[in-house]
């Protein structure tokens, strides 16, 4: 078994983090939730700070959405989410997730 020493969080906070978003669709708003979600892909790229920002889509199960996302820093992933597109978002796909989950990463 390998075993990981994480960082401190302060410590963490000039190293790229990497987030993976998870989405579940409520059954029959898979379309309305990919639609909001690609809108997010142009002006996230376009973001100071952003590295990689990708969506994914599962090829075993409808309706499953996957955001890919790096981020310079800390900073930079804040800056993010407050950003209008990013709140509009949030609030659009509130009625068309059945789940969430969301992976703050690092590498290794």
């Known amino acids: 078994m390998r075993v990981i020493f994480m960082k401190k969080r302060d410590q963490m906070i ?56 790096t981020w310079q820093d800390e900073q930079a992933l804040n800056d993010h989410v407050e950003t209008e597109h990013y709140r509009n978002y949030r609030q659009k796909i509130e009625s068309l997730v059945e789940k969430r989950e969301v992976y703050r990463l690092m590498k290794i």
């Open 14 to 69: 000039m190293n790229p983090i990497t987030i993976n978003v998870i989405m579940v669709a409520k059954p029959g708003k898979e379309d309305d939730l990919f639609q909001e979600m690609q809108k997010m892909v142009a002006p996230s790229r376009a973001e100071k700070g952003c590295e990689e920002y990708s969506l994914h889509q599962s090829v075993e199960q409808q309706g499953v959405l996957v955001f890919y996302e």
